[in-house]
């Protein structure tokens, strides 16, 4: 049975009633935008914003997509559409409703908040322009929206003056204190539609200022009280459980940080000076903590001050803080002093060592400073069981990686009392440290020592380049017994193909193309969906078989590698997705097709006029998931799914070899 017709309106809309929008705050979304030539409304676009379950709707005039910033429009909400039908192109029939020509014009991640009128406010990256949507509900009842396109705001950037150590005979007496957050410096514009922050380094490939509002929305779109607008501060951005968090969400992509934000706490702004005021120290933490207060937010807060420093430095350091800064409030001295308990060193990972005591997790890490030295990091905050499984599991993607070392200082041949102190920024540069330690290689030469149990995770995870293998399976019924209906599972040959020479050139060539060759929806009850079929000889046009629910039995697991993804929705949408897959059972699929998309070797021109491949299965039962652009608008590897923030592994098998 083939799957719905998206070019019927039944297939494209379940109700005609308007559902009500509901309430989100900073929903991960893909925005999808569609050009439809209608017969009777001409032409026009409409803008779906995709959800699990659904894709809002909205019809935008023709003239009225492109505008600049600051415009005023209006667009008018439809009924919610299917999510699949956000990326339908193709040709509504005369006599349906909508009939012409409908083709997709993008697809951008982004995200959904709704307001307390009605509205909807959007954000998306769409190339390299970041893109913020108002939509306003000026009448209750009524399906039009006023759109306001947001205009950009001001933002500050400055060379950061450098902070001086506290030198060791320099009384405090009489100096105030600043607690020295273990964040992110940003530069903060108050403007009248909320706060721009800027970090303070430059992005090492362009030399452009790196825009970082986008990160922490809930602070962009604070509304500042009138007469602190135009105020420019500096401060920290910092996660509620340290740099470790806070370096990896500033070095994700906005969308991808806000999603991991919901699920891990989100990260506050601490402003601890004013840039553009003349004033004492003591004034200016006056204003910032009238400021905090009139904004009202949880996601403003002051750092911990006063004019005692000493008394702050022993609350600090027993807390196992980073540090204070001093400041002397007459301003006679403009110098600002740090104390830190430790040294902060940046340097990038080489080397992994594994752990003998907890295999599958890591022991310590071999980390390189800018001159090539090397020093042997274990321990430390934030090196928790998590995170030392994390690193064995994805190490080779993990080399290269900048991290923070707190240590107690350099002894000339290495580091004293090195720890982890979490991730750095991709554009932090390496410090030196003069450390002289052996390198992993030289430390461990013999892997024989790591253990049986080890070994095999060892021959697990080379496996695949993306070294993403979790757990270690044993028995291939022992893999089956963790999946769920809805998982998605990946295949990928660890041999040499056998078969025709057709399939031998298909198979080698997908394997060095996209790592995963094959795709399947786990239905439940050991069966899975998926398309079925070879390349014999005497088949006419490679047709390889057809969509079929089959036992898992038949999925190709000899001399294959698999991985068993699961996405992150709940188990109703996993439910429909296997609904979906089944609805496609008996659709027959050719590798002519792979010619067509442009996959073939030596072809790189993409026809965009249809055929299916594997991933078609899982692309249709989740729409959101699978990102599509690759290889043009109708097709989605297998290697995609994989690549997915929206999926989490959960179980892998290999083939003995």
Known sequence: MAG?????????????????????????VVITIQEHQADKRGLHHDLRIILPDRAISFVIPWDKLEKDPGERGHWIRQPDHVPEYGFWEGTIPAGEYGAGRVRLVGAYQGTLTTRPDGGLDLSYQAGDRHRRITLAKPYDKSNYYAVVRHMPQQRHWQERPPYKDLPANKPIDGMWGSEKLDGALVYAVLGEKGITLTSRRKSSKTGEELV????????????VPKQYQGLILAGELKHPLGFSYTGPLMNSKPERAVELQNQLGKMVFHPHNVLNRDMTYPEKMALLEQMTAEVNSPYVKMPRYGPDAQALMDQVAAEGGEGVILVDPSGQDQTMYKKKFYTTYTGEIVDVIPSTKRPGTAAALFVRDADG????????????VDTRYDLWKN??????????????????????????????????????????????????????????????????AMITQDESLGTIPTRFTDFVAQLQPGDIILSKSNSRAKGSKAYKTLRNFLNSRTSWGHVAIYAGDNKVIHMYGDIYPGHPNFVAGRIRERDISSFPREKNDLIALRPKVNQQTRAKAVERARAMQGIEYSYWDLVRAGLWPGRKTKDPSGGLICSAVAAYAYPSIAWRGNYGKQYTRPADFFKSDRVTPVASYSAER
């Open 373 to 384: 030295n090397t020093v042997r990091v274990g321990g430390g905050k934030g090196f928790s």
């Open 212 to 223: 970082r509002e986008h990160h922490v929305p809930w602070v962009r779109d604070i509304r």
């Open 395 to 460: 190490r080779n993607r993990y080399k290269g990686r900048k991290v923070r070392i707190n240590a107690q200082g350099s002894t000339g041949l290495s580091l004293r009392q090195p720890q982890f102190g979490g991730f750095a920024m991709d554009d932090d540069p390496l410090d030196s440290f003069e450390s002289l330690t052996p390198t992993y290689g030289q430390m461990m030469p013999k892997r024989a020592s790591l253990g049986t149990d080890l070994e095999r995770f060892v021959k697990l």
């Open 4 to 28: 719905p017709d998206l070019s019927r309106r039944k297939a494209q809309v379940p109700t005609e009633r308007l559902r009500p929008i509901g309430e989100y705050d900073y929903q991960p």
